[in-house]
C-alpha cells in the first residue's frame, strides 16, 4: 500500500505570499496518477490540479503543481483570502484499482 | 448544469443498514465511472468504493469490503451504496464524485449525505 504523507500539517501565512505544500508518497508514483485537491469548510472539494502538474478548468494560474516519483509539490504563488482552505493530494494505484489520499494541508490566514 | 446530490443519510445504530443514493444530472451517467468518498468529521478523506459506467469492474476499500455494495441504475441517473453492517467508524459525510475522463482523479463531488452510526 502507497501512502502519501503530506507537510505541513499547517501552514500560516499571510495574503500575497507564497504557499508550497509538499506530498510525499512512500513508493514511486506515475505523474499522471497524482492530483491535488482544495477543501474550504462546509464544502466538498475541488479538483485543482490533475497527472502532477495540469490544472483543471477554471483553475486560476496561481496554482501550480510539480514533481515526479514520491515527491510533489503544489505551489500557490500569491495567496487570495478565498485560498485558506486544506488541501489534499490523491494518488490512483492501478492494482487492484484504489485511491488514497494523503492527509491534507490546511493553509491559514496568520 | 452538471450536478450531482446524495441523499439517504441519518442516524443509525451500529449493526444496522443504510442505504445512499447520488442523482446526477447534466452529463450522460452512463459514461462515467462513479466514486463514493467519504470524510469523518475533522479528518480527511478516504475513498470507499468505485464502479464503472455498465457496473462491470467495482472495486471497495479494505474498511468496506464485505459490508458495503455500491450499484447504479443507469436509466435513472443514479448511484447507490447499500451500507450493512455499520459500526461507529463509518460516521462520516458520504460524497459521490465522478471520474474525470482518463484522468484517474475525480472533478465532480456531490455535497455530501452525513451518516451517524451511534446507540
Known amino acids: 500500500e502507497i501512502v502519501l504523507t503530506q507537510s505541513p500539517g499547517t501552514l500560516s501565512l499571510s495574503p500575497g505570499e507564497r504557499a508550497t505544500l509538499s506530498c510525499r508518497a512512500s513508493q514511486s508514483v506515475s505523474n499522471n496518477y497524482l492530483s491535488w485537491n482544495q477543501q474550504k469548510p462546509g464544502q466538498a472539494p475541488r479538483l485543482l490540479i490533475y497527472?502532477?502538474?495540469t490544472r483543471a478548468a477554471g483553475i486560476p494560474d496561481r496554482f501550480s503543481g510539480s514533481g515526479s516519483g514520491t515527491d510533489f509539490t503544489l505551489t500557490i504563488s500569491r495567496l487570495e483570502p478565498e485560498d485558506f482552505a486544506v488541501y489534499y493530494c490523491?494518488?490512483?494505484?492501478?492494482?487492484?484499482?484504489?485511491?488514497?489520499f494523503g492527509q491534507g494541508t490546511k493553509v491559514e490566514i496568520k | 448544469e452538471v450536478e450531482l446530490v446524495e441523499s439517504g443519510g441519518g442516524l443509525v445504530k451500529p449493526g444496522g443498514s443504510l442505504r445512499l443514493s447520488c442523482v446526477a444530472s447534466?452529463?450522460?451517467?452512463?459514461?462515467?465511472?462513479m466514486n463514493w468518498v467519504r470524510q469523518a468529521p475533522g479528518k480527511g478523506l478516504e475513498w470507499v468504493s468505485s464502479?464503472?459506467?455498465?457496473?462491470?469492474?467495482?472495486y471497495y476499500g479494505d474498511s468496506v469490503k464485505g459490508r458495503f455494495t455500491i450499484s447504479r441504475d443507469n436509466a435513472k441517473n443514479s448511484l447507490y451504496l447499500q451500507m450493512n453492517s455499520l459500526r461507529a467508524e463509518d460516521t462520516a459525510m458520504y460524497y459521490c464524485?465522478?471520474?474525470?475522463?482518463?484522468?484517474?482523479?475525480?472533478?465532480?463531488w456531490g455535497q455530501g449525505t452525513m451518516v451517524t452510526v451511534s446507540s
Open positions: 447534466g452529463f450522460t451517467f452512463s459514461s462515467y465511472s
Open positions: 464502479i464503472s459506467g455498465d457496473s462491470i469492474y467495482i
Open positions: 490523491q494518488q490512483y494505484v492501478s492494482s487492484p484499482p484504489a485511491w488514497t
Open positions: 464524485a465522478r471520474h474525470y475522463d482518463d484522468k484517474f482523479t475525480y472533478n465532480i
Open positions: 497527472a502532477a502538474s
